[in-house]
Every structure is written in structure tokens, then in C-alpha cells.
């Protein structure tokens, strides 16, 4: 998908909203805001779980940050690495992924930084639909040993029983978080059994860029990539592009 095609999109979506046809209100989205004042805080939130962690879709990005203490200094633009898994794949194919791929990313040539991600589908019953918690693997994995604490007993009784489809709570822990199970009515839980399996569109939902893009912002980049490997800019130097860029969560929408 083209920066021209995500705009367009985008134009789209905000002609649905402004006629009542979005299914979410002005400043809601596909994805969840974690962190202190995004949706998933210290409260925490229930909601159901639509898939277990092996079914998760893991995507990988590129990004070089660093603490400041009144924020993050950024080295270049957050962007998804190209060489990710479109949807979700098996452990086996995933393994394919794990190391940078430099014929496939450009990025990946320019040795940039790049983290695996984690997309956790689940049924939000305030906006009657799917959503996704997208975060990096540090919480995944934080997330992933609560999953297995919550499921292993009830399992010794029930041995097919799963937590997905069931009510669970997520909250903001420490500097982390966390996943017990939650309380939600029966009729949530009823509604919440159509998006389980559904097409979740991570393709999408993961912003794959075009690589005359990720050429662009690379050759911005403060600090952290090789710019000799790159090759040159399509029309001019990176300041002459005013384009926009799409919209993706910002750090404060999700603290990875």
C-alpha cells in the first residue's frame, strides 16, 4: 500500500465518521492505547481475548531511541521493517524472519535498528468490535507468562479449556504489563465469538511502507544507520518533501 492509497484511505475513514458510519468515535482506533493515560493504564481494562500467544501476529520494526529523561530522542522515524510477515505465520516460518533481511529492507542494509513486535487481537465491548494491543517483545513476553499462570489451572481440571473467548483484564504494571482473568457479561462473551479466527487485516494494520519512503526518512535519520548504502533520493533531498506521513500510534499512545 502507497503513502497515496493510506491517505486516501484515511480520507475515507474520516468521511465515515463525520456521517456516522465509523466504528469507532473521533479519536478511537484499531488500536488500544496502553501506557498511563492511553486506555490500558493502572486501572486496566476487560476485555476478551481472541487468540492464544502462538497465534499472535509477530512483525518487526525499526527503531533506534534513547531515554532522555523528559522523553525520547529518536535517531530516525519508527517504520516497519520489510522484511515482517504480512499476516500471521508459524514458529517455523517465523524463524525466517528473525534475522535482518538486507536483500529484502532496505533498512535492514542500512543496519538499522529493529525489534520484534507483538499484535494481540481482542473483542472491545465498549465499541462492539475487534481491536489490537500492539506492543514490543518485552511486554509480549511479560504478557505471555501471565497467559500460561492464568490457563494452567483451570486446564488441570478441563484439560480443552483456553482462555480465549474468555474475559480477561489487562493493566499497566510497574513498567510493564500484566493479564489475569477478568469479568464481563455473558452476552459479551457471546458476541465477542464472532471475531475469533476473523481476518484481523495486520497487513494493514502493521503500515507497511513503500521503500522510496523508507529511503526518505533513512537518509533524515539523525544517527544510526549507514547512509553510504543508501541510494539516492527519488526527485531532490529528503528536506524538500513535505509530505505527510500516515498515521501510526507515537510513543505516548504505546510506550514500547
Same mark, same amino acid.
Given at each position: 500500500?502507497?503513502?497515496?492509497?493510506?491517505?486516501?484511505?484515511?480520507?475515507?475513514?474520516?468521511?465515515? +465518521?463525520?456521517?456516522?458510519?465509523?466504528?469507532?468515535?473521533?479519536?478511537?482506533?484499531?488500536?488500544?492505547?496502553?501506557?498511563?493515560?492511553?486506555?490500558?493504564?493502572?486501572?486496566?481494562?476487560?476485555?476478551?481475548?481472541?487468540?492464544?500467544?502462538?497465534?499472535?501476529?509477530?512483525?518487526?520494526?525499526?527503531?533506534?531511541?534513547?531515554?532522555?529523561?523528559? !522523553?525520547?530522542?529518536?535517531?530516525?522515524?519508527?517504520?516497519?521493517?520489510?522484511?515482517?510477515?504480512? @499476516?500471521?505465520? !508459524?514458529?517455523?516460518?517465523?524463524?525466517?524472519?528473525?534475522?535482518?533481511?538486507?536483500?529484502?529492507?532496505?533498512?535492514?542494509? %542500512? !543496519? +538499522?535498528?529493529?525489534?520484534?513486535?507483538?499484535?494481540?487481537? =481482542?473483542?472491545?465491548?465498549?465499541?462492539?468490535?475487534?481491536? =489490537?494491543?500492539?506492543?514490543?517483545?518485552?511486554?509480549?513476553?511479560?504478557?505471555?507468562?501471565?497467559? @500460561?499462570? %492464568?490457563?494452567?489451572?483451570?486446564?488441570?481440571?478441563?484439560?480443552?479449556?483456553?482462555?480465549?473467548?474468555? /474475559? =480477561?483484564?489487562?493493566?499497566? /504494571?510497574?513498567?510493564?504489563?500484566?493479564?489475569?482473568?477478568?469479568?464481563?457479561?455473558?452476552?459479551?462473551?457471546?458476541?465477542?465469538?464472532?471475531?475469533?479466527?476473523?481476518?484481523?487485516?495486520?497487513?494493514?494494520?502493521?503500515?507497511?511502507? #513503500?521503500?522510496?519512503?523508507?529511503?526518505?526518512?533513512?537518509? #533524515? %535519520?539523525?544517527?544510526?544507520?549507514?547512509?553510504?548504502?543508501?541510494?539516492?533520493? #527519488?526527485? !531532490?533531498? /529528503?528536506?524538500?518533501?513535505? #509530505?505527510?506521513?500516515?498515521?501510526?500510534?507515537?510513543?505516548?499512545?504505546?510506550?514500547?
Amino acid at each position: 500500500m502507497s503513502i497515496r492509497d493510506i491517505l486516501k484511505k484515511r480520507e475515507e475513514e474520516r468521511d465515515k +465518521a463525520s456521517s456516522g458510519e465509523s466504528e469507532f468515535p473521533e479519536g478511537v482506533t484499531r488500536y488500544v492505547r496502553v501506557g498511563s493515560y492511553g486506555e490500558i493504564n493502572k486501572d486496566g481494562r476487560n476485555l476478551v481475548i481472541l487468540a492464544q500467544p502462538d497465534d499472535w501476529y509477530i512483525y518487526f520494526v525499526h527503531e533506534n531511541k534513547e531515554y532522555t529523561g523528559k !522523553g525520547y530522542d529518536h535517531k530516525f522515524r519508527k517504520h516497519t521493517c520489510l522484511h515482517s510477515p504480512h @499476516d500471521k505465520v !508459524g514458529t517455523e516460518e517465523l524463524q525466517q524472519y528473525f534475522r535482518p533481511g538486507k536483500d529484502e529492507c532496505i533498512s535492514c542494509k %542500512a !543496519g +538499522a535498528q529493529r525489534k520484534m513486535f507483538f499484535m494481540i487481537p =481482542v473483542y472491545d465491548p465498549k465499541y462492539k468490535t475487534y481491536r =489490537v494491543i500492539d506492543i514490543a517483545e518485552f511486554h509480549a513476553n511479560n504478557l505471555i507468562d501471565d497467559y @500460561d499462570k %492464568a490457563e494452567k489451572p483451570a486446564k488441570k481440571i478441563l484439560p480443552d479449556y483456553t482462555l480465549v473467548g474468555q /474475559a =480477561v483484564h489487562f493493566k499497566q /504494571a510497574d513498567k510493564t504489563y500484566s493479564l489475569e482473568t477478568g469479568d464481563l457479561p455473558d452476552e459479551v462473551i457471546e458476541e465477542a465469538k464472532a471475531f475469533i479466527g476473523i481476518d484481523y487485516k495486520y497487513e494493514e494494520l502493521a503500515n507497511f511502507r #513503500e521503500e522510496s519512503d523508507i529511503v526518505k526518512l533513512l537518509h #533524515e %535519520a539523525k544517527d544510526g544507520v549507514k547512509k553510504s548504502v543508501l541510494p539516492p533520493l #527519488e526527485g !531532490g533531498s /529528503a528536506t524538500d518533501s513535505n #509530505e505527510p506521513e500516515p498515521w501510526k500510534p507515537s510513543d505516548e499512545e504505546l510506550p514500547f
